[in-house]
């Protein structure tokens, strides 16, 4: 955690529970939990060609061993959606160091079998045609010094030339705090209400089948 580009702590984070940064400049991710930071890691992103769309999104469905659209011989293991319509999320596949995905995420095995884990999905109408709740907010940023110098080839001259700042981070979240806020409450409502639902269920009494003699 000591080596983390991004800040141990931002204060705006504070009320949210969960929260994940993708930065196209540094390819790496960070993980918040009401502020503080709790894992960070590789990433390759979206190639020139065909670059990861940036901006707060929301983690949506996921799938343990998804296919590519691409190619059906590329196998993503803990495939994890967070752009729908156009089929971008994070999962595992091989990090070259430098931004090669076709707009996708890719990170380390461990990596995204832990996210797998910790992110919440989206929250479906039973028809599954209506989003009742959001899930995880994810907020992708910034770009790629295509053809420029990597960040990282910087440190020996300058240990803090990959680090984002918390001003930085501060100014990137803030335009978006309110809603983050508002689909995290909305969140708990809809699964507070969903188990207040099973709970009845579960409660009434079961009826007995009569057979016929």
Same mark, same amino acid.
């Given at each position: 955690?000591?080596?983390?580009?991004?800040?141990?702590?931002?204060?705006?984070?504070?009320? !949210?529970?969960?929260? @994940? @940064?993708?930065?196209?400049?540094?390819?790496?991710?960070? @993980?918040?939990?009401?502020?503080?930071?709790? =894992?960070?890691?590789?990433?390759?992103?979206?190639?020139?060609?065909?670059?990861?769309?940036?901006?707060?999104?929301?983690?949506?469905?996921? =799938? $343990?061993?998804?296919?590519?659209?691409?190619?059906?011989?590329?196998?993503?293991?803990?495939?994890?959606?967070?752009?729908?319509? +156009?089929?971008?999320?994070?999962?595992?596949?091989? /990090?070259?160091?430098?931004?090669?995905?076709?707009?996708?995420?890719?990170?380390?095995?461990?990596?995204?079998?832990?996210?797998?884990?910790?992110?919440?999905?989206? !929250?479906?109408?039973?028809?599954?045609?209506?989003?009742?709740?959001?899930?995880?907010?994810?907020? !992708?940023?910034? +770009?790629?010094?295509?053809? =420029?110098?990597?960040?990282?080839?910087? /440190?020996?001259?300058?240990?803090?030339?990959?680090?984002?700042?918390?001003?930085? *981070?501060? $100014? *990137?979240?803030?335009?978006?705090?309110?809603?983050? /806020?508002?689909?995290? +409450?909305?969140?708990?409502?809809?699964?507070?209400?969903?188990?207040?639902?099973?709970?009845? @269920?579960?409660? *009434?009494?079961?009826?007995? =089948?009569?057979?016929?003699?």
């Amino acid at each position: 955690m000591e080596y983390s580009p991004f800040p141990m702590q931002i204060d705006v984070l504070s009320p !949210v529970k969960k929260f @994940v @940064v993708f930065s196209y400049p540094i390819q790496a991710y960070g @993980v918040y939990s009401n502020g503080t930071l709790v =894992k960070w890691g590789p990433t390759s992103m979206g190639k020139k060609s065909a670059k990861t769309k940036t901006g707060l999104t929301f983690a949506n469905w996921k =799938k $343990q061993l998804a296919i590519s659209t691409v190619s059906s011989e590329w196998k993503l293991p803990y495939n994890f959606n967070i752009f729908n319509l +156009d089929g971008i999320g994070w999962h595992q596949y091989d /990090l070259p160091g430098y931004p090669a995905s076709h707009s996708c995420l890719r990170l380390l095995m461990n990596d995204a079998k832990w996210l797998y884990g910790y992110a919440d999905t989206w !929250v479906l109408n039973p028809g599954g045609a209506t989003t009742k709740a959001k899930g995880t907010p994810v907020l !992708v940023y910034g +770009d790629y010094p295509w053809g =420029k110098r990597k960040p990282w080839r910087k /440190l020996l001259n300058d240990p803090n030339s990959n680090n984002v700042s918390v001003e930085q *981070m501060t $100014q *990137m979240i803030e335009p978006n705090i309110q809603k983050i /806020l508002k689909e995290q +409450d909305n969140r708990e409502r809809v699964v507070d209400s969903i188990k207040a639902a099973k709970a009845v @269920v579960e409660q *009434m009494p079961q009826t007995t =089948k009569t057979v016929e003699p």
